[in-house]
Every structure is written in C-alpha cells, then in structure tokens.
C-alpha cells in the first residue's frame, strides 16, 4: 500500500533497523524495487530526484505509474513515494501531484529560511497525511543537479528542525552523494551521536549510501539512523549489466533488441542490489 513513511520509520527506529530509500528513474527500476521489496517483505520508499521527475515528464505522471504500477503487481508490503532533495517550489509540486512524502532540503539558505519555509511545508504535507524530510548541513557530492560541500550539521540547529514536528531529518554528517573518493575519512559518529542525542526519537536520515563501508552503515544504524538512500549504486550495476549484454552481442541475436530484452539485466542488477541492501539494514520481514 502507498503510504507516508512516518510509521514505517517509527517502526524501524524502535526496531535499531532501517528502510531503504531506492531512487527511481523509469518504469524498469520501478517495478525491480517493487518486486524485490514484495519478495522480501520489506517496506520500502521509491525516491524521485527533482531531475528524474522533469526526465519522467513531470510528478503527476510519475505518481500515476507508481500507483498503477503498485496496483497492478498486487504489491502488499508499505510503500512510500517520496521527492529526494526538493526545492520549495518542487514540495508544492509533489504534494499537488499526489506523493505520500516530501523532502524540502533547505540546507543551502539562510538557517533562519530553511526554518520557515520548513515550517510551513510541514503544515501543508501534514494536513494530507504526508510524511516530511528536512535537511541540515549540505550532504556532498552532486545528485541531479543538487550541489553540496558537505559540511557536518550543528546538532543544535538539528535539534530546531526537529522540533518544529519533521518526521525525518537528514543531517550532514561528512556523507557525500555520488561515488566515495579514495581519501574520504568517513561518517562523523561524533556528529551523529550528538545529533542522536539532542533528538531524540527522530528517525534520522543517512544520504549517499553508495559506497559507506557495511561497518559504518551497520554503526550509523545503531547511533539512530532509520532511513538510508541509495542511488549511484543502482544506476553503476544497472550500467554494467546493460554495457555487458551489448558487449556479448546478444542485442544483435534474434529479437535481442527488443527493448524489454535489452533492458532486463540491468533490471535483474537493481533488484539483486536492492535485496543486498535490505539485508544489510535488516529490513527484510519488517513490512
């Protein structure tokens, strides 16, 4: 069922696990992150970068293959669709469109800015039963455009974002989006547990997934972190499986150009990968 995604990461907050948050880019990662999350049983959030929504023609389109998509495959297991990294105008849009979960990254304004215009989208996304993510402290990296340093977050402004009645908060704890260079120096648990410690209950949010040693996703999970997002890792295996069929010449045998032919490995590598992450947050039989 498509829902917000505040009782499921109440849930895995209690529970010391996390739901992942699988970005999608076109009916093909749609359907492997759905089927996989039904097989394992596992809730789930389907993340929608404001660029992947332009690339789908917009997030009224999106919504609607999502919940078609959901209906059709019978999908039984807590489903969240969820705008990753919007903007002010982008939340508005979302929520208009029918999404059951917003994040407004306000992390590049003015604290006092972010503030605001976080507080007023939680009253909107609230009011239609939607769940809402706020950021403080810009996570690194580039992701469709979303340009960030980032910076760790001031607990004490966490705190504030916190308290205003989010029902996620991303906080910028050395995380980077995209691939990890060779010299990164890791999480920041210090800053973690201090953000942990000053909010309490508030399920926490871990940006960049793609390349954190297990180790420190396993320890980010037991200082509050209840919702992870992966996405380079995706596009990289699903990449590698589509660049190898072409390599192998299968697309030239038969009917191997048929577009669903040509599409399945890489479709075959996202849900494989997705099943290795739900593993690794310990999501699987939590729906």
């Given at each position: 069922?498509?829902?917000?995604?505040?009782?499921?990461?109440?849930?895995?907050?209690?529970?010391?696990?996390?739901?992942?948050?699988?970005?999608?880019?076109?009916?093909?990662?749609?359907?492997?992150?759905?089927?996989?999350?039904?097989?394992?049983?596992?809730?789930?959030?389907?993340?929608?970068?404001?660029?992947?929504?332009?690339?789908?023609?917009?997030?009224?389109?999106?919504?609607?293959?999502?919940?078609?998509?959901?209906?059709?495959?019978?999908?039984?297991?807590?489903?969240?669709?969820?705008?990753?990294?919007?903007?002010?105008?982008?939340?508005?849009?979302?929520?208009?469109?029918?999404?059951?979960?917003?994040?407004?990254?306000?992390?590049?304004?003015?604290?006092?800015?972010?503030?605001?215009?976080?507080?007023?989208?939680?009253?909107?996304?609230?009011?239609?039963?939607?769940?809402?993510?706020?950021?403080?402290?810009?996570?690194?990296?580039?992701?469709?455009?979303?340009?960030?340093?980032?910076?760790?977050?001031?607990?004490?402004?966490?705190?504030?974002?916190?308290?205003?009645?989010?029902?996620?908060?991303?906080?910028?704890?050395?995380?980077?989006?995209?691939?990890?260079?060779?010299?990164?120096?890791g999480l920041s648990f210090e800053t973690?547990?201090?953000?942990?410690?000053?909010?309490?209950?508030?399920?926490?949010?871990?940006?960049?997934?793609?390349?954190?040693?297990?180790?420190?996703?396993?320890?980010?999970?037991?200082?509050?972190?209840?919702?992870?997002?992966?996405?380079?890792?995706?596009?990289?295996?699903?990449?590698?499986?589509?660049?190898?069929?072409?390599?192998?010449?299968?697309?030239?045998?038969?009917?191997?150009?048929?577009?669903?032919?040509?599409?399945?490995?890489?479709?075959?590598?996202?849900?494989?990968?997705?099943?290795?992450?739900?593993?690794?947050?310990?999501?699987?039989?939590?729906?």
């Open positions: 069922m498509l829902v917000s995604a505040a009782e499921m990461l109440r849930k895995a907050k209690e529970g010391h696990y996390a739901v992942g948050q699988f970005n999608i880019n076109n009916l093909e990662w749609t359907k492997a992150v759905l089927t996989t999350a039904e097989e394992l049983h596992s809730p789930v959030i389907l993340g929608v970068s404001m660029g992947a929504g332009k690339y789908m023609t917009g997030y009224k389109t999106v919504a609607a293959m999502v919940k078609a998509m959901h209906d059709s495959l019978g999908i039984t297991v807590p489903v969240c669709l969820h705008l990753d990294h919007g903007d002010y105008d982008a939340a508005k849009a979302c929520i208009e469109a029918g999404f059951t979960s917003i994040m407004f990254d306000g992390s590049h304004l003015p604290f006092d800015e972010n503030l605001a215009k976080t507080t007023e989208l939680i009253g909107i996304a609230h009011s239609k039963g939607m769940s809402i993510e706020a950021e403080v402290g810009a996570i690194g990296g580039e992701e469709d455009g979303v340009i960030g340093m980032g910076e760790c977050a001031d607990p004490n402004e966490c705190k504030m974002i916190a308290d205003l009645g989010v029902d996620m908060l991303a906080a910028g704890i050395g995380n980077i989006h995209g691939v990890y260079p060779p010299d990164w120096k973690l547990d201090a953000i942990q410690k000053l909010t309490g209950k508030m399920p926490l949010v871990l940006h960049g997934g793609t390349g954190i040693p297990d180790d420190q996703i396993k320890k980010a999970i037991s200082l509050g972190v209840s919702k992870i997002n992966v996405n380079t890792e995706c596009q990289l295996v699903f990449a590698a499986a589509t660049r190898k069929y072409i390599e192998e010449g299968k697309d030239q045998k038969g009917k191997g150009f048929d577009p669903r032919k040509l599409l399945l490995p890489g479709t075959i590598a996202i849900g494989d990968k997705v099943k290795e992450k739900m593993e690794l947050f310990g999501s699987v039989d939590k729906a």
